[in-house]
């Protein structure tokens, strides 16, 4: 395929998903970005148009802890964090929004993680 078929699947999978869920103040959407080192988490209320909170592999909370963790540790580290930030909010639960991404390895892990942590969704 051709990147610019790729480009056009990953809009058309973007858009699929985002129709389908919305994001409260009450529950805000959980949005997942992957890039090839990092991955960062936020939790949108697209009622208002804000940002709850946020959470990456670049957070100063866990930068010197995941220094050396492989990406998917790191991920899972992720994923507590902004399960104890919402919890710190009083926010229980959250609608998980994937992306464009498959519900496979790094963005399995952060979800699972938050699960364990005390989100719900």
């Not at 999978?13 to 409260?24: A, E, P, W, Y």
């Not at 220094?67 to 992720?78: F, G, L």
């Not at 790094?106 to 938050?114: D, I, P, S």
Request: proline share 1%; charged share 35%; glycine share 6%.
């Amino acid at each position: 395929m051709s990147l610019k078929k790729l480009e056009k699947a990953k809009v058309k999978r973007r858009k699929r998903i985002r129709s389908k869920i919305l994001g409260t103040s009450e529950r805000p959407r959980l949005s997942v970005f992957r890039s090839a080192k990092h991955i960062y988490v936020q939790a949108i209320d697209d009622i208002n148009g804000n940002t709850v909170t946020s959470a990456s592999t670049l957070s100063e909370e866990i930068i010197k802890t995941i220094d050396k963790m492989k990406k998917m540790d790191s991920a899972k580290e992720v994923g507590k964090l902004v399960s104890k930030k919402l919890n710190s909010l009083g926010i229980g639960k959250v609608v998980f929004d994937r992306g464009v991404y498959l519900y496979h390895g790094r963005v399995k892990a952060l979800a699972e993680a938050a699960r364990e942590a005390g989100l719900e969704f």
